[in-house]
């Protein structure tokens, strides 16, 4: 469960095992990740299912190049469900990934700190 959350060691091989910019792009995952999850937030709150549908595209987009395979699975379900309209079901998924996003944030503190 936990190479689904955030899949440390694809990670490090994806990036040629560079400690420095596997830190680098953490830092800027957890910079930036929270941001796109409020902006989506207000979308969503909003009824503009497009715009959700876009942000939940950017946040796949982050979520794969970190390697957290859940998270980008459950941006794409966002991304596919906002693009058909489905609020009620694109809300259901967005618990689950903010659930899974404070999980994330916690691996990827940990890998951090031993690198």
């Known amino acids: 469960m936990t190479r689904d959350l955030f899949d440390d060691k694809q990670f490090l091989a994806s990036i040629a095992y560079d400690d420095e910019l596997a830190v680098e792009l953490i830092d800027a995952f957890l910079e930036d990740a929270p941001r796109r999850v409020r902006d989506l937030d207000a979308a969503l709150e909003a009824g503009r299912a497009e715009t959700a549908a876009k ?19 459950l941006a794409l379900e966002m991304e596919y469900a906002g693009r058909e309209g489905r609020l009620d079901a694109l809300r259901e998924k967005f618990v689950r990934f903010t659930d899974a996003l404070d999980q994330v944030a916690g691996l990827m503190t940990a890998f951090k700190r031993e690198h």
């Open 55 to 73: 942000l939940s595209h950017s946040l796949k987009g982050m979520c794969g190049v970190v390697r957290s395979d859940s998270l980008s699975r």
